[in-house]
T-cell receptor, first 116, second 111 residues
Framework: ETGVTQTPRHLVMGMTNKKSLKCEQH?????MYWYKQSAKKPLELMFV???????ENNSVPSRFSPECPNSSHLFLHLHTLQPEDSALYLC???????????????FGEGSRLTVL | DAKTTQPNSMESNEEEPVHLPCNHS???????IHWYRQLPSQGPEYVIH???SNVNNRMASLAIAEDRKSSTLILHRATLRDAAVYYC????????????FGTGTRLQVTL
């Protein structure tokens, strides 16, 4: 198993659909992240979960709803998306060390989302 | 977080050393310097990080200026597989959650 696995790798959905992206990490980490990467733009941090609690939400529209049922799994539930939400959605994990140096981020390969 | 400035793109010949610069003139004393790279169609991957001293690992070396206002990622022998976007990032906390990615440097490697 690779460290961070994302499914599906590709998703096409209409604006009225409801779908979910799934992320699973096999590294024993205690923090998980969702990033969005649009064409020609830097990675944008969307959500951070540390010890299964959401610790950061960077002004993400409510049509994106994260869920972290345990430290190994992270979901991004999608509903009534817009075409401008088409992007590569990347999941990452890390081992948070309180007071220590920054934990290395391990990324999945991403889920390429197209909203029609 | 303090900002970093990188060239948009660089080119290198295969098997030549590559020096990727990063300016961070507003770096604070507790900011770590991180480098990640993103190969085509993949998520970013960690390359190296440091605080004050130069660092070496199996992938690269990180040279940090004495005043810490700039740093250089050194790939000792570039290969075609090193073609990627390289991100220089600062973080002043102890957690990865504060890593903010910029636009990075796109490295092209040619035969």
């Amino acid at each position: 198993e690779t460290g961070v696995t994302q499914t599906p790798r590709h998703l096409v959905m209409g604006m009225t659909n409801k779908k979910s992206l799934k992320c699973e990490q096999h590294l024993g980490h205690n923090a998980m992240y969702w990033y969005k990467q649009s064409a020609k733009k830097p990675l944008e941090l969307m959500f951070v979960y540390s010890l299964e609690e959401r610790v950061e939400n960077n002004s993400v529209p409510s049509r994106f709803s994260p869920e972290c049922p345990n430290s190994s799994h992270l979901f991004l539930h999608l509903h009534t998306l817009q075409p401008e939400d088409s992007a590569l959605y990347l999941c990452a994990s890390s081992q948070e060390i309180a007071g220590g140096h920054t934990g290395e981020l391990f990324f999945g390969e991403g889920s390429r989302l197209t909203v029609l | 977080d303090a900002k970093t400035t990188q060239p948009n793109s660089m080119e290198s010949n295969e098997e030549e050393p590559v020096h990727l610069p990063c300016n961070h003139s507003t770096i604070s004393g507790t900011d770590y310097i991180h480098w990640y790279r993103q190969l085509p169609s993949q998520g970013p991957e960690y390359v190296i990080h440091g605080l004050t001293s130069n660092v070496n690992n199996r992938m690269a070396s990180l040279a940090i200026a004495e005043d810490r206002k700039s740093s250089t990622l050194i790939l000792h022998r570039a290969t075609l597989r090193d073609a990627a976007v390289y991100y220089c990032i600062l973080s002043n906390t102890g957690t990865a959650s504060k890593l903010t990615f910029g636009t990075g440097t796109r490295l092209q490697v040619t035969l």
